[in-house]
């Protein structure tokens, strides 16, 4: 099973990016998507995630700049990030819960590669 996250960059303050986090084929059903961060010398926290049915859970810092949404036909989550600022740089990381695999495998957790976001003031 392997989370592919890309769409990390370099970009000025108020500037916007996209992350994308797509699956491996042989995933069958994923409960609970989201994107975590780490920026230097901080522990990682959640950014948001987001459930099967939609419902979503955001960091305070980040509530009404960034806006994630899956594919559940996919299993592929992405993070629209607007009106980034310098504090919003980190390592940007995809994570997927309860993850059913073909053909009956399960895994509690799957943490996918960082992608970088770096926000120049």
């Known amino acids: 099973v392997q989370l592919q996250a890309s769409g990390g960059g370099a970009v000025q303050a108020g500037g916007s990016l996209r992350l994308s986090c797509l699956t491996s084929?042989?995933?069958?059903?994923?409960?609970?998507m989201g994107w975590y961060r780490q920026a230097p010398g901080k522990q990682r926290e959640l950014v948001a995630d987001?459930?099967?049915?939609?419902?979503?859970n955001y960091l305070d810092s980040v509530k009404g700049r960034f806006t994630i949404s899956r594919d559940n036909d996919e299993n592929a989550v992405y993070l629209q990030m607007n009106n980034l600022q310098p504090e919003d740089t980190a390592v940007y990381y995809c994570k997927a819960e309860n993850v059913r695999v073909r053909p009956a495998g399960f895994l509690a957790i799957v943490w996918g590669q960082g992608t970088l976001v770096t926000v120049s003031s």
């Open positions: 987001i459930t099967t049915g939609g419902s979503t």
């Open positions: 084929e042989n995933i069958l059903s994923i409960t609970s």
